[in-house]
């Protein structure tokens, strides 16, 4: 296959995108003086700007790749809830998986921001675990979605309460039965729920601390390979897929493969775990053998580190640069 026809296949593709979504807001503005009341800075703000955070940020990158996304979650019944469901909208992201809850909040992340940068972020998000009335209605309608036809599943953790293990185990069933691949982007607290998934990509640090254990990646690769090797004991994964930061990727199904990073000018980390896991689901369920998936991603990955703040990757830089550097 080249990568014409993987990306030409990209746009046939369904995908559902499980997970914690929230609102991203940022507000700008210039800091000429401080406070007299304080010792804070006064901001003043010309600029609002409110965007789909969290597994919604796999559901952009999908979307941007041509795939056509749902995204699943529970939100609250709040005004912040309307406008998440009126950003998708704009988007174009199908919110038939959404669950709006009376006894939730929507989780909002607000920066304040002056010249280019961060003074303060404030959170409002309710971090518990969904109820059993929440997880079954997310269940229902994830269940109606799949049966409708999908071809992968994506499990995006932020550690916001939506993915409980009872949750995780029963879509993992569902989709098993449906020979539907699931694809894991996981975070420590279930980091260990996801048996028998097809493809699952930690980060070197969630590695680490899902594992309980510390080694210098740099100048112990050995130590790196047996904690690959207790990861697959415990999960029983098909493809084991590390993101290592400066050091590129490593991915596995066989036999170990260890990708480079491409050298870039990094602006911005943020959102990059996102557009890795969303390049890699559809490289994966588009036919794409291992070693493409784990190239392209660590591409993909790398590009949109060069760009401030969280964006999605775009399909045609992408296509680009692989043809350019594989």
């Known amino acids: ?10 746009s046939t593709k369904r995908v559902l995108v499980i997970g914690d979504v929230m609102v991203d807001a940022y507000l700008k503005g210039k800091v000429n003086r401080m406070s007299p009341e304080a010792p804070v800075p006064i901001v003043d703000l010309f600029e609002k700007d409110e965007r789909i955070g969290g597994a919604g940020n796999v559901a952009l990158n999908l979307a941007a790749l041509g795939a056509s996304p749902i995204i699943c979650s529970v939100i609250g019944a709040d005004s ?7 950003l998708f909208k704009e988007a174009n992201i199908s919110t038939d998986g959404i669950y709006a809850s009376a006894n939730r909040r929507t989780t909002v ?17 309710d971090t518990s675990l969904i109820s059993k009335e ?31 293990s009872h949750l995780i185990s029963s879509v993992m069933i569902l989709a098993k039965f449906h020979g539907i691949p699931t694809t894991v982007d996981p975070k420590k607290d279930q980091f260990f729920s996801y048996r028998g998934c097809t493809l699952f990509k930690p980060n070197l640090k969630e590695l680490k601390e899902g594992l309980k254990i510390e080694f210098d990646f740099k100048n112990d690769k050995e130590s790196f390979l047996k904690a690959v090797a207790q990861l697959e004991e415990s999960l029983e994964n098909d493809i084991s897929f590390i993101t290592l930061s400066e050091h590129g990727v ?14 870039r000018n990094i602006a911005d ?35 949109v580190c060069e760009q401030p703040g969280v964006v999605s990757i775009e399909k045609e830089r992408l296509m680009n640069e692989v043809n350019k550097l594989l």
Request: aromatic content about 8%; glycine content about 8%.
């Open 269 to 303: 980390v943020s959102g990059a775990g996102d557009t890795v896991i969303a390049v890699a689901t559809l490289c994966l369920i588009s036919g794409a053998e291992i070693h493409t998936i784990a190239a392209i991603a660590n591409i993909a990955g790398g590009l």
């Open 134 to 164: 929440e997880e079954t209605q997310l269940y229902q309608q994830i269940e109606r979605i799949v049966e409708q036809g999908i071809d992968g599943i994506i499990f995006e953790d932020y550690n916001k309460g939506v993915l409980t």
């Open 1 to 10: 296959m080249n990568f014409q026809d993987l990306f030409d296949r990209f």
């Open 250 to 263: 490593f991915i596995q199904k066989d036999q170990p493969v260890f990708i480079p990073a491409h050298l």
């Open 80 to 86: 912040e809830g309307k406008r998440l469901i009126q």
């Open 109 to 125: 992340k607000t920066r304040v921001l002056s010249n280019n940068q961060q003074l303060l972020r404030i959170d409002s998000e």
